[in-house]
């Protein structure tokens, strides 16, 4: 096994040495300056200028390191560091696309943290002279946040099967802008299906506050919420906004309000089991003296037991009906994307608690409540998800933070888990 740096015995919080500290922190700020808003946050959503620069520089980034950067055909960016010829890859990474107004660690502390880990492992096994069993991949999932173009998780969705490549090249933007057409100019379309994956890691901040409440560092992910997404089209008929008298109204935006106060009153019937929201509404025409002829909504559920969850969705075609009737219009929901509970395989959870205990950091399993592409890469290979814990659990907010010292201390537990998974820590299984 390849010699770890002793953990100081004074650390401030995390294990690893003033150097890669200071290194890890330096990259973190210049990563924070794409798509920076003035309040701290980032916008940087797929494909859009400030995520063409970001992958620029994480390529720069990983070319100094040595690392071959290369692109799959849904534009998964990937810095490759072939050990073994022929042989598959530890996948480590996260995404670098951000929410609108979002902040600065959700998916990128992951990306930067791979490509930290990775570098040091190379190091240390240029100087041992060790081969490991598996080479090394960092990744930087295309368009895992699916607020520009939806679903979310949409490269990681194709790189694993679970997405035809051509549905997800079509998607379109809001402005009607397909993601191929979104790619093309950038040079990130590739034309491979990217490295066989052997197994894979991803770090992430929790994004809720479980961690920061029981003052754990390291969250060890055993399994995700389920989660229902539906694009709701609710349509009705435009009419004047004060001539008409109501009886005659067909009213798409009171069927669409309905529909979202009724998305928080099934929460509210399964307290801390199921959380709803609509976070995006379109309305048309939207003009202040017009009733509006079509809404179109996202309605995003999640739920930590899939029994609640298909009740849930009954409940929720019962009440369909009753808006149609009592707001007069038609309303259309279609699937837009779902995943279930399936368990991380637990062998990596045991190996990730391994690593954090010999480093000597609390921690704790958790669920993931959010969303992430290690939630596909599991459905193929071994995959261990970890998280460091948020400040106020606040994220898709530009007031999202994490301590240095919880950053620091997941690329040191990051670290020790992807060096156990390069000399075959987890057996070898290949996509
Ligand atoms: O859908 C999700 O939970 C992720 O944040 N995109
Ligand atoms: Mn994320
Ligand atoms: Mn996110």
Redesign the pocket.
């Known amino acids: 096994m390849t010699t770890q740096d002793a953990r100081p015995s004074n650390a401030p919080g995390h294990g690893l040495d003033a150097g890669r500290a200071e290194a890890f922190l330096a990259d973190f700020a210049t990563m924070s300056a794409f798509g920076a808003t003035g309040n701290g946050g980032v916008d940087r959503q797929a494909a859009t200028p400030a995520d063409i620069e970001q992958r620029r520089w994480l390529q720069s980034l990983l070319e100094q390191h040595g690392l071959r950067v290369e692109y799959d055909r849904i534009g998964n960016q990937f810095g490759l560091l072939e050990l073994v010829p022929g042989a598959p890859y530890v996948v480590v990474g996260s995404h670098m696309d951000s ?1 609108p107004t ?1 902040g600065r660690y ?2 990128a502390y992951g990306v930067l943290a791979a490509t930290h880990a990775i570098v040091r492992i190379a190091e240390e096994l240029r100087e041992t002279g060790e081969l490991p069993q598996h080479n090394l991949a960092v990744v930087n999932w295309f368009n ?2 699916g607020s520009r173009f939806v679903p979310s998780m949409m490269g990681s969705s194709v790189y694993t099967g679970l997405m035809p490549l051509e549905a997800a090249l079509a998607v379109t933007d809001h402005d009607g802008v397909s993601v191929q057409q979104a790619l093309e100019p950038t040079g990130f379309l590739g034309d491979g299906d990217g490295p066989v994956a052997a197994c894979c890691a991803e770090i992430h901040i929790e ?1 809720g506050r479980l961690l920061e409440d029981s003052g754990t560092t390291i969250g060890l992910v055993t399994a995700s919420w389920a989660a229902s997404k539906y694009v709701v089209t609710v349509e009705g008929e435009q009419s004047h906004s004060g001539a008409t008298v109501m009886p005659d109204r067909r009213d798409a935006l009171l069927g669409a309000s309905m529909l979202v106060v009724f998305a928080r009153e099934l929460a509210d019937r399964f307290p801390g089991v199921l959380h709803t929201a609509v976070g995006q509404l379109d309305v048309y025409p939207n003009s202040p003296v017009v009733v509006a002829s079509r809404v179109r909504l996202l309605l995003d559920l999640r739920c930590a037991d899939e029994a609640v969850l298909a009740e849930a969705n009954e409940l929720l075609a019962a009440e369909i009906a009753r808006i149609e009737e009592r707001a007069s219009v038609r309303l259309e929901l279609e699937r837009s994307h779902e995943w279930g509970i399936n368990p991380y395989q637990p062998e990596g959870v045991a190996l990730a608690r391994s690593i954090a205990e010999q480093l000597g950091y609390p921690h704790d399993e958790i669920l993931t409540v ?1 969303g992430h592409d290690s939630i596909n890469m599991k459905e193929i290979v071994p995959t261990v998800m970890l998280f460091v814990p948020s400040i106020q659990g606040i ?2 907010n530009e007031g999202e933070e994490t301590r240095d010292d919880d950053a620091l201390a997941g690329l040191d537990v990051l670290t020790g888990v992807v060096r156990q998974l390069a000399m075959g820590g987890l057996g070898a299984s290949t996509r």
Request: net charge negative; charged share 30%.
């Open positions: 929410q979002a959700d998916g895992e946040e994004q959010a994220s898709h």
